[in-house]
């Protein structure tokens, strides 16, 4: 299996900030990355697929970028709404999430 | 509008098995296939396996094999899993997720919509 990892695995902002998530993949997976963001008791939700197509409905301040090994999601100023935790996924091969990373308020 | 609802939450002894249910609408079920992820409390995401909802084929998580099966019921536009020989490890919240793309497996794809979430607790 292609193992994930992210870092940090927990961070505090405050609302306004850039935020920037890092994704690694333990072998190169191409651009099959997937963002998601989860909120305390709710299912996650995709945000980013195929590394930077922004779902739609997905504010046009969250980004993604990055190929091969090496990802991010950036959240251009961070909002609210943006407080919640964010997993990677890989498509390259059976699906497997990163860790996540836990976005809190500062 | 696309919706995978769940069935209820439920409690096991160790060594039972639960089967939980996934009911699409909002879209042609035969043209996407599901996949079932869990979180156990306060961890992160486990892909379990994926179910063509087009002809049945499965692929399932290596650590699950023989433990688990995938089924879709066509007339009713509805996927289960069934996991057996429960441990207290797979206390977890279980969720079904369509594939984006049409006729396509995990591979190149990403999950959306997602079920609600299904709570397995597993005690004695």
């Known amino acids: 299996d292609i193992q994930m990892t992210q870092s940090p695995s927990s961070l505090s902002a405050s609302v306004g900030d850039r935020v920037t998530i890092t994704c690694r993949a333990s072998q190169s997976i191409s651009s099959y990355l997937n963002w998601y963001q989860q909120k305390p008791g709710k299912a996650p939700k995709v945000l980013i697929f195929?590394?930077?197509s922004l779902q739609s409905g997905v504010p046009s301040r969250f980004s993604g970028s990055g190929s091969g090994t090496d990802f991010t999601l950036t959240i251009s100023s961070l909002q609210p709404e943006d407080f919640a935790t964010y997993y990677c996924q890989q498509s390259y091969s059976n699906p497997t999430f990163g860790p996540g990373t836990k976005v809190d308020i500062k | 509008q696309v919706q995978l609802v769940q069935s209820g939450a439920e409690v096991k002894k160790p060594g039972a098995s639960v089967k939980v249910s996934c009911k699409a609408s909002?879209?042609?079920?035969?043209?996407?296939?599901i996949s079932w992820v869990r979180q156990a409390p306060g961890q992160g995401l486990e892909w379990m396996g994926w179910i063509s909802a087009y002809n049945g084929n499965t692929n399932y998580a290596q650590n699950l094999q023989g433990r688990v099966t995938m089924t879709t019921d066509t007339s009713t536009s509805t996927a289960y899993m069934e996991l057996r020989s429960l441990r207290s490890d797979d206390t977890a919240v279980y969720y079904c997720?369509?594939?984006?793309?049409?006729?396509?497996?995990?591979?190149?794809?990403?999950?959306?919509?997602w079920g609600q979430g299904t709570l397995v607790t597993v005690s004695s």
């Open positions: 997720a369509r594939g984006a793309i049409q006729f396509r497996p995990p591979l190149f794809n990403w999950f959306d919509p």
């Open positions: 195929a590394t930077s």
């Open positions: 909002g879209y042609t079920f035969t043209t996407y296939g």
